[in-house]
């Protein structure tokens, strides 16, 4: 089965930047897109970003152009969110997820199981 595992999540004060990682294992990295969402409690799912399996094509979410971006390390398997320039309304919990399309709505087939960011005023 593939796995995704989350890390670098932390609490940090607005304007902070994090960097979080997604390593997969159990399949073939490199065949999949991979998108991070991100999540409160009462809400729904976002889309955050997503990159193509060879990195050529991205997507953003308006809420984070120009602040956050998305890359890959096919040799390492992982999947990279850099965060810059945090607010508040950036504290969520943050999955990753591999896919076939790195789409916003494409049905992504495999999750991680999060990672928490909490940015203070």
């Known amino acids: 089965q593939v796995q995704l595992v989350e890390s670098g999540g932390g609490l940090v004060q607005a304007g902070d930047s994090l960097r979080l990682s997604c390593v997969v294992s159990?399949?073939?990295?490199?065949?999949?897109?991979m998108g991070w969402f991100r999540q409160v409690p009462g809400k729904e799912r976002a889309f955050v970003n997503a990159i193509s399996q060879t990195g050529r094509t991205t997507f953003y979410a308006d809420s984070v152009k120009g602040r956050f971006t998305i890359s890959r390390d096919n040799a390492k398997n992982t999947v990279y969110l850099q965060m810059n320039t945090l607010k508040p309304d950036d504290t969520a919990v943050y999955y990753c997820a591999a896919g076939t399309v790195a789409d916003p709505h494409t049905q992504y087939d495999y999750w991680g199981q999060g990672t928490q960011v909490t940015v203070s005023s």
């Open positions: 159990g399949g073939t990295f490199s065949r999949y897109a």
